[in-house]
């Protein structure tokens, strides 16, 4: 008994051959797909959560007064630095005070505002070298209007003071 193969016309070969390139076409698509989406959150996620974050406003740096028995050099003064943001309707206040000449006194950090009702000062830090402060001060959206900054530095928070300088 001999068998003869069944013939198969070129029109099955044709459907066949393109169930096979769709079906490949398919497979690699959503393969793509899947290898894809976790970039793309990814990707996705630094850019939503650089659009959300609050702006920051630098300013200082603020320098204390030099010493009579210290030399008029900037570079031994203690200082002041930071920024300031607006998120959920409030400013909040970040910086640093560095005391950088090594004298063994303390550096001093103050604030003043002005809201209706007139200024007010506060005293809030003191280091004899570095000092971080994370939201020192608060206000309300338009509750204030003015915001300065000043350092001191000696042996009392009264010493070797420079003038105010503008934050806000």
């Given at each position: 008994?001999?068998?003869i193969?069944?013939l198969?016309s070129?029109?099955d070969?044709?459907r066949n051959?393109?169930?096979i390139?769709?079906?490949?076409?398919?497979?690699?698509?959503?393969a793509a797909?899947v290898?894809?989406?976790p970039?793309a959150?990814?990707?996705?996620a630094p850019a939503a959560?650089?659009?959300?974050?609050?702006t920051?406003?630098?300013?200082g740096?603020?320098?204390?007064?030099?010493?009579p028995s210290?030399?008029?050099?900037?570079?031994?003064?203690?200082?002041?630095?930071g920024?300031?943001?607006?998120?959920?309707?409030?400013y909040?206040?970040?910086?640093?005070?560095f005391d950088?000449d090594?004298d063994?006194e303390?550096?001093y950090v103050?604030?003043r505002y002005?809201?209706g009702?007139?200024?007010?000062?506060?005293?809030?830090g003191?280091?004899k070298s570095?000092?971080?402060f994370?939201?020192?001060?608060?206000f309300?959206?338009?509750?204030?209007?003015?915001?300065d900054i000043?350092?001191?530095e000696?042996?009392?928070?009264?010493?070797d003071?420079?003038g105010?300088?503008?934050?806000?």
């Amino acid at each position: 008994m001999s068998s003869i193969p069944e013939l198969v016309s070129l029109e099955d070969i044709v459907r066949n051959i393109r169930r096979i390139m769709v079906g490949a076409a398919l497979a690699g698509a959503l393969a793509a797909g899947v290898l894809a989406a976790p970039a793309a959150n990814a990707a996705a996620a630094p850019a939503a959560a650089a659009a959300s974050a609050p702006t920051k406003h630098f300013f200082g740096n603020f320098y204390s007064k030099w010493h009579p028995s210290e030399d008029d050099d900037f570079g031994h003064r203690s200082y002041f630095k930071g920024y300031w943001y607006k998120k959920d309707g409030y400013y909040w206040f970040v910086g640093d005070l560095f005391d950088r000449d090594r004298d063994n006194e303390y550096s001093y950090v103050w604030y003043r505002y002005r809201d209706g009702s007139g200024y007010h000062e506060k005293y809030f830090g003191k280091s004899k070298s570095h000092l971080h402060f994370n939201n020192f001060a608060k206000f309300k959206s338009g509750k204030f209007n003015d915001f300065d900054i000043r350092v001191c530095e000696g042996d009392n928070r009264f010493e070797d003071c420079g003038g105010w300088g503008d934050a806000f």
